[in-house]
């Protein structure tokens, strides 16, 4: 089984087992059940610290109260600022499902105002930890990202995502 059949099926499996267990399921309407937010939050939260775990990386992550994990590979920066809240941001980066090979996304030059919610709210709040020149990987859970809705056909609903990034410029216009 390939990797983006394992893990499919391992939020699929996730997905019934919180389904059939009865936390926090109702029906929307006659035909679509969903889950509650906190089984969701639960669910993204095990994915990615599985994640972490097989790739070795726990103790390199550190995870602020949204949820979003953040490792800096890079440290090298151009200065000490880091974006806040009416910054403009250009950024460089990769997008990819925690299978660590479906590539979604991908940039040279994006750019955006933090604060203003241009981009995915996990964006948003997780390249405030990040100063001009630094490299690294956000880890957004589903609630900061796409929620349940997904994006398109290759970003599920209620998955988390993983992003490389470069923050090339931090500026006021």
Do not use: H
């Not at 029906?27 to 939260?45: H, V």
């Not at 097989?54 to 103790?59: L, P, Q, V, Y």
């Not at 589903?142 to 349940?148: D, E, F």
Request: hydrophobic share 35%; aromatic share 10%.
């Amino acid at each position: 089984m390939n990797k983006i059949n394992l893990l499919k099926s391992c939020v699929y499996l996730a997905f019934v087992a919180v389904l059939f267990s009865g936390v926090g399921c109702k029906k929307d309407d006659d035909t679509t059940p969903s889950i509650s937010a906190d089984s969701i939050k639960k669910l993204n939260e095990k994915l990615i610290t599985k994640y972490l775990a097989d790739s070795g990386w726990t103790e390199l992550f550190k995870k602020d109260t949204n949820n979003i994990y953040w490792r800096i590979t890079d440290t090298n920066s151009i200065d000490n600022n880091m974006p806040i809240p009416g910054n403009y941001v250009i950024t460089k980066y990769k997008g990819y499902l925690l299978d660590g090979v479906t590539k979604f996304d991908t940039s040279n030059s994006l750019k955006f105002r933090v604060g203003s919610y241009q981009v995915i709210k996990g964006w948003d709040f997780g390249i405030r930890r990040f100063k001009k020149g630094q490299k690294g990987i956000l880890l957004i859970p589903s609630q900061m990202a796409y929620g349940t809705t997904g994006s398109g056909k290759t970003i599920p609903p209620n998955t988390p995502l993983r992003f490389d990034i470069q923050v090339l410029d931090i500026s006021n216009d």
